[in-house]
Structures are given as C-alpha cells and as structure tokens.
C-alpha cells in the first residue's frame, strides 16, 4: 500500500467497515477517511477503537464530494447503506442504495479511486437461479425484498455502463463477527444466540414452512467478518481485478449447525426452541445461500478461510475483551 492518498470507507463504523479499518490499521495504514452516521452509541464504540485521520457524517460527505471538494483517495470502500431486508420504503432505498453508489462509482472514476463496493447475497432471491457471480448472470437475478433489489439495481446499471471492467462489486453472503451490535433487529443469529443463551440458557431458531427442509435444517453460507475482510483487501491490493465476486466461504451450514457451535463456544449444552416465523418474512426468507467462490480463488485469492466453530469461538473471545 504505498500509495500515500487516503483510503474512503463508508459504513466505516458498521460491521464490515470498522472491521476494515482496524485491519489497516494493523497494517500500519492510518490515514483513513471514515464515513458514517453514528446513530446508535455501539457505533460510536466501533469508530473509537479505529486511528483514522477524519470523520464524517455521510449527509455532510455526500455534499461535499458532489460539490468536488472532498480530498483526492487512493479508493473507496462503499460498504455504507441500509441493510435491512424489511425496509418497506422505496424512495429511501433508491436514493440512500443506488443514488448514493452510482453518485459515489461517478465521483470514483472521475478522480482515478479504486471503487469497491458492497452489493449483496440477497440479489440471489431464492436462488433457483444459482449463486454464480459471472456478470452474465446478473439480469436474471429475482431479489424477494427491496434491500436486494436496491442492490441488484445498481448491479444492473455498472453492467449496462460496462463498468465491471474497472470496479469491484462484492456479494457479501451471511457476515457475522464483533461489531455489529448497533444493527438490531438485522444482528446476525450468532450475536442474537450469545445473548439469549446466556440470558435464559436456551435459543430461539425459526421453524421450517416448506416440506423439503425440517426446522433448523435451513441453510447459510455464514463469512466470519474476518474473513470477509481479507477477501475485500484482496480487491484494493490487486486493483487489476475487477468484476462482481461472492465473498463467502462456498460452504453451507444448517442453523442448528450453528446453534450447536455457539453452544459449544459458551460450554453449553444445546438447549433449542422452534418458533414461528412473522407472516411477512414467510414469503421472502431464503432456505439456502451458498457463494460460488472459484471466481474468486481463480483470480488469486488463495487465504485459507476460518472454520465455523474456530470462527464462533474467535468472536466469542472477542465479546469477552470487550
């Protein structure tokens, strides 16, 4: 990284992004451009932790870099957006998910930054048209909520601009690991299973409502957020590769998989209760996720990629240091 303009990461106190940023810190690299909307005190704590050389609020940030008077980057990050699958409101989505990012990809080009953004498993919908991430691929993709659509269509417009010859797109699959308590409701089950454990010694899982998998039996490609991390370095340390790429482990595990895993972590016994799915997420939830990721080995990403227990008992140490 000897490119001495700063880095731009937005969603920087967010999950991925704080968990970005520390990597680059221990790496060395400082100056960093976070930006965010600390809207909820965890987030606060995520940027705390971080040795950057500015904040800013994203309304502030979105001005300023469509007036072309933000500082020149080496890249963006634009891992920033709303990641709720229940966001019901359109207009928010469009212009806070494919707006923003189109505005942000334009202001990239036009200053020569690396731009490397967030798209989403969820484009995948029910993924009876597979999980390929060939570019190709992209029209054909049925998102079953509007957080998935507000990223498909982004997706759609870098393809039809040819623009997948210079960015990099990633389709983060389930992440999970320390920094995520500010997302609420949108937690991942493991941050929700360390809770509830040890709150009342048992764990709540959704039941199954189709024929063809038994309750817990559901699946997930679950990245530690470790793991996603060093996957989407891969992409600023190799700025020849360009194109859209899944970021998952290629494995997939069932929720009672990971149940089991959490218990083990806390030295529990598995204690699990099935309960019933709120109506509106019947028809949207998807049964099996599981990233294709030889593109991504193929174009030299050749890091190992953590276990599930390995990776639950890493975030459970985490939780204990605070």
Known sequence: MSDTRPLIITGGAGLIGSNLAAELNRRGFTNLIIVDHLNHPDKSRNLARLKVADYVDKAEFRQRFLADKQAPAAAVFHLGACSSTTETNADYLDDNNLRYTQQLCEWSRLHQARFIYASSAATYGDGRQGYSDDESAIPALKPLNLYGLSKQRFDEWALEKGLFRSIAGIKYFNVYGPGENHKGDMRSVVNKAFRQIEDSGRLQLFKSYRPDYADGQQERDFVYVKDAVAMTLFFYENPGVSGIFNV??????????????????????????????????????????????RKIRAAGFSQPITSLQDAINDYAHCREQG
């Open 248 to 293: 998952g482990t290629g494995q997939t595990h069932t929720w009672l998989d990971l149940a089991r895993a959490v218990f083990a972590a806390l030295g529990r016994e598995p204690q699990i209760d099935f309960v019933d799915m709120p109506l509106a997420l019947r028809d949207k939830y998807q049964y099996h996720t599981l990233a294709d990721t």
